[in-house]
């Protein structure tokens, strides 16, 4: 009885989301998520059919495993076999079955011991599946447990047809940086505390990436470490396929200088330079600078170019501090919580000139913050809880800085 009760709870609280919720990326992820919790599961995915090249795609999936560059041709594996079939499965033991390919979630940090998949039928064909993986206390999935599953993917597949909303899985990115079960302890007193616990994250070059969760979570130590201004205990840390994981102060200093650009929430202007000044500084100690001129023009601060940071807003002290960073040509941005001390207004134009690079310039953003409407300008958004990666989103129509409210 108290089980029927939850899952009817589970599938109000389904219906709630798909059918109020305007954004169908938001709609489906949060359906996602009540099944993952209802069901008492470590991970779970829902994957897309990207009909153009007939392979899986995961447009929105929950646990520890960042699968998000992961494809599954059409009727291979599990996911494919309920695609091609249009029929759910219960996997007991995963190891022993000749459907499952271990790949998807195994070679991320997670290993596949039992899961539901479950079609996502529209009124024409089978557009994708729903996938629940591993119950946290060991048993296996029952047949009640298969139906509100089936439920949720009738009423998410009814939802993406009434919408008529058309899901493209996007061209496959290259990967910039990997992080593999990373791990980050700091002493205290007689022992230490674990902030990170097993981070494994792809972060794709040319994408704006948000990074959200509650203080102490984890958000800043992880982007410190893709930085190189903190180490890591254990795990890897690639860019580029370059292992990072321990590297010596001189390959550090290098990274940092070359590689990648950091905007911070305070700013950290020098205040006896001109915003200009602020800028050359920045390019004379790189090769092959972006001219200041020229970064500052792209922040849209010409006009006061040499106007000193205590003569500017927080605004343009903030522009500033992205033409320093552009300035270097980096690959990589760090954003740590930009707009933070800034009102809306300014914010809107603070995001405006970082959806600019991201799009016109080919630079990779990772962003930390705690205000989640900026996540719906972001490719993908990261959420962590307790250290670990608790899910991840792709969204699917990404908004314009100047339509975010808040």
């Known amino acids: 009885m108290i089980q029927e009760k939850r899952f009817m709870k589970a599938t109000w609280q389904i219906m709630e989301q798909l059918l109020e919720v305007d954004r169908i990326d938001e709609a489906l992820s949060g359906s996602l998520d009540i099944i993952v919790n209802t069901l008492e599961s470590e991970a779970g995915a829902i994957w897309i059919l990207d009909k153009k090249t007939d392979c899986l795609i995961p447009m929105f999936h929950i646990g520890p495993a960042d699968i998000s560059g992961v494809s599954v041709e059409n009727g291979v594996g599990i996911e494919g076999v309920v695609t091609g079939t249009g029929k759910s499965v219960i996997v007991s033991d995963a190891a022993n079955d000749p459907r499952f390919d271990g790949y998807v979630f195994d070679d991320f940090g997670l290993g596949t011991k039992s899961m539901i998949c479950v079609p996502l039928n529209n009124l024409h064909d089978v557009i994708g599946c729903v996938e629940i993986v591993n119950k946290k206390d060991g048993t296996l999935y029952d047949d009640e447990e298969l139906k509100i599953c089936e439920r949720m993917a009738a009423l998410a597949a009814i939802t993406i047809e009434e919408k008529g909303l058309f899901i493209d899985a996007g061209e496959e990115k290259e990967v910039l940086a990997t992080l593999r079960n990373v791990t980050k302890e700091y002493p205290s007193g007689d022992g230490k505390i674990r902030v990170l616990n097993g981070i494994n994250l792809d972060i794709y070059k040319n994408e704006f990436v948000v990074v959200l969760g509650e203080s102490g979570c984890g958000k800043s130590t992880m982007m410190n470490i893709v930085g190189g201004m903190d180490s890591l205990t254990d795990g890897t840390l690639t860019v580029e396929g370059r292992d990072l994981s321990h590297p010596t102060e001189a390959d550090l200093t290098r990274y940092r200088r070359e590689f990648v650009g950091f905007i911070f929430q305070s700013y950290n202007l020098m205040p006896n330079l001109t915003a200009i000044e602020n800028v050359r500084f920045i390019a004379e100690i790189v090769n092959d600078p972006m001219p200041p001129e020229e970064a500052i023009e792209k922040v849209r601060l010409t006009d006061r170019a040499n106007n000193f940071p ?43 000139v970082i959806e600019d690079i991201v799009k016109n310039q080919g630079a990779t953003v990772l962003m930390v913050t705690h205000n989640s409407e900026i996540a719906k300008m972001a490719d993908r958004v990261v959420k962590l809880r307790g250290g670990r990666i608790a899910s991840i989103r792709k969204n699917v129509h990404p908004l314009h800085a100047e339509e975010l409210v808040w």
């Open 310 to 352: 205590g003569q500017m807003s927080g605004g343009q002290q903030q522009r500033v501090s992205i033409a320093r960073a552009i300035a270097k040509r980096p690959k990589l941005i760090l954003a740590d919580e930009p707009t933070a001390a800034l009102d809306h207004s300014t914010s809107i134009e603070v995001l405006s």
